[in-house]
Structure formats: structure tokens, C-alpha cells
């Protein structure tokens, strides 16, 4: 394809050497010098793109593998003008990765929902956003490799495709189909890495399971993510057949997304940007002396009273920073709280909406929970054979919270899987050979019954919920809420700390 200014690679390689940004300084050519072999890629805002050259929108929607191949060949070429030794060293390295797409910017079939993929997208550049739920240990994969006969030590190259072993099926000087030798030394390998990404539970359409999707990772994009993170991924849409048990092929196939960039959702969010409106009316907001009230009552509106628990839930919601100790050590700045109280007091209602309201915020019952969903698990790789772990629910919540109903009903061998996550916020995992530790910077925000039903207030807490001493003190703040009635005959729910109380009936 070729439009008046020219063919593609002159056009992105004009756009590599000249492209401004805002403050009129040459972007890319500044990228480019930055190349190492550490950063052995160039990432491109996909609106600089598309704005300097319209055409390469229809080309990376049309053919987006052979955009990449001219993309990456343009810049090698480039950079062999600048750091030639460089080049020589990390040629297969090279790559250009498409970076922050922006919904005015992608077309329609570019967006595509973890559920909604389908065969009209195989071969196309997708983008998908989710959990990361599990990833590999990273392996070198071998791209090109040279081979030496061994009857008469001839050396072959051979390119290696789709990720196969492949030997030449016989030398080429001698014609004998003996078996080659692999030379390590003059083959080239890159690093590999498969990850699987499930939906967020928000977009979890109701009563569905959560699709998940495989993604390999490729060159320096390896390891920058890890379980739990929330993740966009752009990449090519590709596909590997399926085999019966005894190795016969099927005409079913299985999809997987070969990428090309990965973004962390988190980092952005924190640097994503206020429009005009929302400024004008955050500093609105800032100047009414009785904000904080407004804070506390906009929590579970549907509830009428827990003053009270509701401002500790927003101060759980706001969290605070982790304080430095002396000897090395810190103190958490995340709260845990747990509300104990009679059935029909709201404690599930609270707890469900505090897990909609939060960025990061998810709800499980303790009743069907066990300890490698709470905290991680160890799981067998079908394709490799290799162990993986795979995060449970505190590490896919890290630097958010947690909501755990029915927390009493919990056996207690999975509840003290969670008291490294409540005190130090980290999960340790030693299993299968795999020693790791995971981030579970997480706010507990849990829920449960008195033993006998309703809350005997001439007990004491322990003996009203049979729950130990050293999971009780890993919590902040526990709300006691009783369901009392008065010589009327009315409902009346008052929190532990006896000064608020709702109507109920």
C-alpha cells in the first residue's frame, strides 16, 4: 500500500525521525537512543500514530502481522545508524509495541470483551483488558539456531517458526539425514513467558463462570506483571489445534494471544486525567466544611443508621500509608474490620456494596472458600507439565479489599491461611518446589453470625462466635450490631457502640 507521501516504511521511518510532541521535541528519536539490552523495545502511543498518518490505522486493521514485520524491519534499519554493534547483538529483540489506545481511536472490532471472542477475530489485532491470574516461569526460546552435521561438521542455520524444534531434514553438503547437532553458542534465543488472563469480575455478566484467555510473552515484556494485576493486553489473535488423549488431531482448535504490549491498568489509573467538570466540582466538594458526613452517608444509602460503621468503612475505603519502624520493619497503614452481628442487619448488603463501590474490591462467602482461593494456589500446566501458581482472592484484591461473608463459617484450617495476609500483607507460598511470596496489600472487610443465632450480650465476643484470639486481633475495629426489640413490639438495630440506631419496622 502506497499513498502520495510514500510507501509505509518511509512513512514510519519519517515518522520515527520527526515526530514532535507538545513541547516540539523529537519523541521517538529520543526513544530510540534509550535502546539497550535491557529496553530492547520501542513503544508507540498508537494516537501519534494514526495522527501523523492515517493510513497505518488501516493497515494495523487489515494486517497487523505484516505492520509489525515493517515496523520492526524500519527499525532496525534506523537504529543500525545509530548503535550498529547494538543491533548486531539484539537483532530478534527489536520490536515496536503499540501503546495506549484510546477508545476514540481504536476501531470497533479492535475492543473486544475476553467473552466476546470469536473466529472472526483470529489472525487480528485485539485488545483486552482482565485479571492475571496465573504465569510461567520465564524460558529462553529458541528463534534461530545453527546446527552442525555431524559427519562432516557443516554448519546450518535454521529459523525456527511458531515456537517448533525443527532440524534440517538432512546436511546440505554432505546429504546425509543424520541426526544435527544444536550449537548454543552461535543460536539465538529470546525470553518466553505464558500468562492467563481472566474477566474482572465487574464485567461478569450474572450467574456466568469467568472466561480466561492464555497470552504468550515474548522478549522484554516477560515479568513486568504479575497474579493479580489488573492488565491490558494488545496482541495478535492466533491459534493451536487440539489433540485427543492418545495425540490424535482434532478439527477443534484453541485460541491464545500472542502480544505485543502489556499495560498494567493500576499505573495508569493513578496518573489517568480530571476533565474541567470534575475539578470544578472536586473543589466544590472541598469547600463544604461538612464533606466528610456526606462521605460517610453515601455509603450503602439503602441502610438507614450505622453512622458509625459506615465512617470506619470510609476511612477503610481511603486507607492510609505504611509507617517505617526502627530495625528495618513497618507498620501497616491498612485496616481490617469485622462486623458481628444478628441476621437481617445489613452486614451482607454493606459488604456487597462496599465491593462494588471500591476500584479494586472483591466479595466471597466464607462457606465456600478455601485456603489456596483466598491466598494462592499451585497448579499442574497441562501443555508443559510444569507447576504455576495461580492467585486466590486477597492477592487478586492487593491495594484493594476484600469483603468475606459468612466469615464464622469458615473452617478454620483455610481461616489461618489469611493471618500472614491480614498482619504483614503478603502471601508466602513453599509447594510443589515453588517458593514465592505474593503482594496482598488488602483491607479485610469481614462479616459474622453469633453461634446460637443472635448476639448474647451478657457474653463475651469470643464466646459469642467461638472465632480465636489470634485472628480477633487482627482486626482494628469490630462492630457489634444487635436486633433488639422495645415494649411495642418494633425492631431496633443499634451498633456496638450504642449511640446509633435505625428504624426497622
Not at 59 to 70: A, G, I, K, W, Y
Not at 397 to 404: K, W, Y
Amino acid at each position: 500500500m502506497t499513498t502520495e507521501r510514500g510507501s509505509p516504511e518511509e512513512l514510519f521511518e519519517e515518522f520515527l525521525r520527526t515526530y514532535k510532541d507538545r513541547h516540539n521535541e523529537l519523541l521517538y528519536w529520543k526513544s530510540l537512543q534509550r535502546i539497550s539490552t535491557e529496553e530492547t523495545s520501542l513503544r508507540v502511543n498508537f494516537g501519534d500514530l494514526t495522527r501523523f498518518e492515517p493510513v497505518f490505522m488501516q493497515l494495523v486493521t487489515e494486517d497487523p502481522e505484516s505492520f509489525f514485520e515493517m515496523a520492526d524491519r524500519v527499525l532496525r534499519s534506523v537504529l543500525r545508524t545509530l548503535k550498529r554493534e547494538l543491533v548486531e547483538d539484539i537483532e530478534e529483540e527489536l520490536r515496536v509495541r503499540l501503546v495506549n489506545f484510546a477508545e476514540e481511536e481504536m476501531h470497533r472490532d479492535m475492543r473486544v470483551k475476553l467473552r466476546y471472542i470469536r473466529s472472526k477475530h483470529i489472525g487480528r489485532l485485539i485488545r483486552v483488558d482482565g485479571i492475571m491470574m496465573r504465569a510461567s516461569e520465564v524460558k529462553p526460546l529458541l528463534v534461530n539456531a545453527t546446527f552442525q552435521c555431524r559427519v562432516c561438521m557443516t554448519e546450518i542455520p535454521q529459523e525456527q517458526e511458531e515456537g517448533r524444534y525443527t532440524e534440517p531434514a538432512q546436511c546440505l553438503t554432505c546429504g546425509k539425514k543424520t541426526p544435527m547437532k544444536l550449537l548454543l553458542e552461535q543460536s539465538r534465543f529470546i525470553d518466553w513467558q505464558k500468562v492467563r488472563i481472566q474477566e474482572r469480575p465487574e464485567e461478569l455478566p450474572a450467574g456466568q463462570m469467568p472466561r480466561s484467555v492464555d497470552v504468550v510473552l515474548m522478549g522484554d515484556i516477560v515479568d513486568i506483571s504479575r497474579p493479580g494485576d489488573m492488565v491490558k493486553i494488545t496482541g495478535l489473535l492466533k491459534t493451536t489445534p487440539d489433540f485427543t488423549r492418545r495425540g490424535g488431531r482434532l478439527a477443534t482448535f484453541r485460541v491464545f494471544i500472542e502480544a505485543n504490549s502489556v499495560e498494567i491498568a493500576e499505573k495508569e489509573y493513578e496518573l489517568q486525567e480530571l476533565s474541567p467538570e470534575d475539578r470544578e466540582r472536586i473543589d466544590e466538594l472541598s469547600k463544604d466544611p461538612f464533606v466528610h458526613k456526606r462521605i460517610f452517608r453515601s455509603i450503602a444509602p439503602s441502610i438507614q443508621g450505622y453512622d458509625l460503621v459506615k465512617e470506619s468503612i470510609a476511612l477503610l475505603l481511603f486507607g492510609g500509608g505504611d509507617r517505617p519502624l526502627p530495625g528495618g520493619t513497618q507498620m501497616r497503614g491498612r485496616s481490617n474490620i469485622l462486623m458481628i452481628g444478628d441476621p437481617g442487619t445489613g452486614k451482607s448488603q454493606i459488604l456487597k456494596f462496599v465491593a462494588g463501590l471500591a476500584s479494586r474490591g472483591l466479595y466471597t462467602s466464607g462457606k465456600g472458600t478455601t485456603a489456596a482461593g483466598l491466598t494462592a494456589a499451585v497448579v499442574h500446566e497441562t501443555d508443559t507439565g510444569a507447576m504455576t501458581l495461580e492467585a486466590g482472592a486477597l492477592v487478586l484484591a492487593d491495594q484493594g479489599i476484600a469483603c468475606i461473608d459468612e466469615f464464622d463459617k469458615m473452617d478454620p484450617n483455610d481461616r489461618t491461611a489469611i493471618h500472614e495476609a491480614m498482619e504483614q500483607h503478603t502471601v508466602s507460598i513453599a509447594k510443589a518446589g515453588i517458593v514465592a511470596t505474593l503482594n496482598a496489600r488488602t483491607s479485610i472487610l469481614a462479616a459474622a453470625n453469633p453461634i446460637l443465632g443472635r448476639y448474647n450480650i451478657n457474653e463475651s465476643l469470643q464466646n459469642n462466635t467461638r472465632l480465636p484470639v489470634t485472628i480477633l486481633s487482627r482486626f482494628d475495629l469490630v462492630w457489634i450490631m444487635i436486633d433488639t426489640v422495645d415494649e411495642t413490639g418494633r425492631f431496633h438495630t443499634k451498633n456496638g457502640s450504642g449511640k446509633t440506631d435505625s428504624h426497622r419496622g
